[in-house]
């Protein structure tokens, strides 16, 4: 039984990874009507309904939930195991997937990945960007880069990033027209560009911290949008006022594009981190992955 179930287990992780038979047909290198049909196969060996489909998407029922859990450890160490033979040629190999958000990716990740890549040719990486919180083990991904207060407590952390600050940026027009916030209260009575939390679906309500006092500031205005560039494109257009990472506005404050306000609001905090299960096993691969994404206060080499 096992050894006719084993390919379409592993077809049965990716589609509840995709949550789409055409997305993961196209991963598999199958076509999505041989997929559906292995998978009605499987349906019907083991005696109950894994997926439920729809014409638009396809979601796990609660036994399919329960398999999931119970073999996606299993299939990453099979995983881990058979990149792990990349330890023994002459040369580092193996493949590491990766989940990062669009600034840590761009902020973290990518200054790195560069060298990383020319350094050692045989080793392939897959990043995935994603602002949600995913499941790095039932998503089969080995390692996933969020800000530290997002990393579950029982995942290796290791910082990727120096601290950071958040800035609350608008165009000198709509400043001009608008006044300048003294307090985060009064961002309230602004017009403020938005964001929906990709996992819960809310609203962000913006953080802000002065002398060991946080608060939390829910806005409203005319615009909402997740991509981090169209916010800050948004605010140098005059639309309002955009809450971004600092770094990603630095030169448009520095040439006077943007003028930023309540920075006495916005304190450093500690940056990315590159997280993974405990009990993940290394290959050589990702064992050089980690020392070459790994911060330091001196600037990498």
């Known amino acids: 039984m096992l050894k006719d179930n084993v390919n379409d287990l592993i077809s049965f992780s990716m589609v509840a990874r995709e949550r789409s038979f055409t997305r993961a047909a196209a991963q598999l290198g199958v076509s999505p009507s041989a997929l559906s049909h292995a998978m009605r196969g499987l349906e019907e060996r083991l005696g109950v309904r894994l997926l439920t489909r729809t014409t638009r998407s396809v979601s796990l029922t609660d036994a399919g939930e329960r398999l999931l859990s119970q073999i996606a450890p299993s299939l990453?160490?099979?995983?881990?195991?058979?990149?792990?033979?990349?330890?023994?040629?002459?040369?580092?190999?193996?493949?590491?997937?990766?989940?990062?958000?669009?600034?840590?990716?761009?902020?973290?990740?990518?200054?790195?990945?560069?060298?990383?890549?020319?350094?050692?040719?045989?080793?392939?990486?897959?990043?995935?960007?994603?602002?949600?919180?995913?499941?790095?083990?039932?998503?089969?991904?080995?390692?996933?880069?969020?800000?530290?207060?997002?990393?579950?407590k029982d995942m290796i952390a290791v910082p990727v990033s120096p601290p950071m600050r958040m800035a609350v940026v608008g165009s000198p027009a709509y400043l001009a027209r608008t006044g300048i916030p003294q307090t985060p209260r009064a961002l309230q009575q602004h017009n403020c560009i938005n964001l929906r939390l990709p996992t819960l679906g809310g609203l962000y309500a913006w953080e802000f911290s002065q002398n060991g006092h946080s608060i939390r500031v829910r806005v409203d205005g005319q615009l909402v949008i997740n991509s981090l560039v169209q916010r800050c494109d948004a605010a140098l257009a005059g639309l309002g006022l955009a809450y971004v990472p600092e770094d990603v506005v630095q030169p448009d404050l520095d040439a006077g594009r943007l003028v930023r306000v309540l920075a006495e609001w916005c304190e450093p905090f500690p940056g990315y981190y590159l997280y993974y299960p405990?009990?993940?096993?290394?290959?050589?691969?990702?064992?050089?992955?980690?020392?070459?994404?790994?911060?330091?206060?001196?600037p990498r080499r």
């Open 76 to 152: 990453s160490d099979l995983e881990v195991a058979l990149n792990g033979l990349g330890d023994l040629r002459d040369k580092p190999a193996g493949s590491i997937r990766i989940t990062a958000g669009e600034h840590a990716l761009a902020f973290a990740l990518w200054p790195a990945m560069k060298p990383f890549l020319a350094r050692y040719p045989d080793i392939r990486l897959e990043i995935t960007t994603d602002d949600g919180l995913t499941d790095i083990v039932s998503a089969r991904f080995d390692a996933g880069i969020r800000l530290g207060e997002q990393v579950a």
């Open 278 to 298: 405990s009990r993940k096993q290394h290959t050589a691969a990702f064992s050089l992955f980690i020392d070459a994404v790994r911060w330091h206060a001196t």
